[in-house]
């Protein structure tokens, strides 16, 4: 049974915390495959109406563990860590149809820094540094990290910090649109809750959707892209939470969402 993943369910909300703290939480084969099988396990499981995936100790997550890469027994390879790890990681955040929260609790570096761009919604506490730390030991960014980062902050901002390999603060990360918020660190642990509990109750299916006509904004054209929200409201409106909404509205209740 692995340990270097830890996964907690309350209230609707499905806490996966990277959990090997001695290394700043960086990934060998035994955690990369674990988060995958967490992430399964949570988008299957009805119960679960949000995630949110935070690190153990001081540290978000260092990107890769260098012992793995540098050891001739343990050394996987890198085609087999991008194609079997990092890669895998990063199509289950996006393809997920529930909301998940990138709570960065401590320094995001490398592929630790650019799995926690691909959350959905990133927040971070005022200690936190951001750092694409590739070319520091002369490799490229990976794990999406040329994909996201200039559509979130732009290409000369992104390209600058890719080959520098600037140290950026949260707060930093903030102003530029790199990250949804920053936050004091002692405000950091119930305003992820809160958050998490919020995305929770509300309606599922249409966050799903959301996100989906988002990762195809990637690449639609403006045609495609109106097409495509005609088609997934049709989708949204034949909810029953949309039904409900509607309802609550009109009665000037609270809604009660149930997620499909």
């Known amino acids: 049974m692995s340990h270097s993943i830890e996964l907690k369910i309350e209230n609707k909300v499905a806490y996966i915390t990277l959990n090997r703290p001695e290394v700043f939480n960086s990934f060998n ?5 674990s988060l995958q099988n967490n992430l399964d396990a949570c988008e299957a499981n009805s119960e679960v109406r949000a995630i949110v995936l935070t690190g153990n100790g001081k540290a978000f997550c260092a990107g890769q563990d260098l012992k793995e890469v540098t050891d001739p027994e343990l050394n996987p390879g890198f085609k087999k860590i991008l194609e079997e790890h ?3 990681i990063i199509t289950r955040l996006r393809s997920i149809k529930k909301p998940i929260i990138g709570a960065v609790n401590g320094v ?3 592929a630790g820094a650019n799995i926690a761009l ?3 919604i990133v927040v971070a506490h005022d200690k936190v540094s951001f750092i694409q730390a590739f070319s520091l030991i002369g490799l490229v960014p990976d794990s999406a990290g040329t994909f996201f980062l200039p559509r979130l902050i732009g290409f000369q901002k992104a390209q600058a ?3 520098l390999g600037d140290k950026i603060s949260a707060e930093e990360a903030e102003k530029m649109g790199m990250i949804y918020k920053s936050v004091s660190l002692d405000e950091f642990e119930d305003t992820i809750n809160q958050l998490a509990v919020k995305l929770a109750n509300m309606p599922t299916k249409a966050l799903g959707l959301i996100k989906e006509l988002f990762n195809k904004s990637m690449t639609n054209t403006l045609v495609d892209q109106l097409a495509l929200e005609s088609k997934l409201q049709i989708e949204a409106a034949s909810s029953n939470d949309y039904a409900e909404g509607v ?12 997620g499909n």
């Open 161 to 163: 910090l890719a080959m």
């Open 86 to 88: 990092y890669n895998p």
């Open 29 to 33: 084969r035994e955690m990369a495959l």
């Open 247 to 258: 309802s609550a509205f009109i009665e000037k209740r609270k809604p009660n969402f149930k």
């Open 118 to 120: 691909a959350c959905d």
């Open 108 to 110: 995001a570096a490398g």
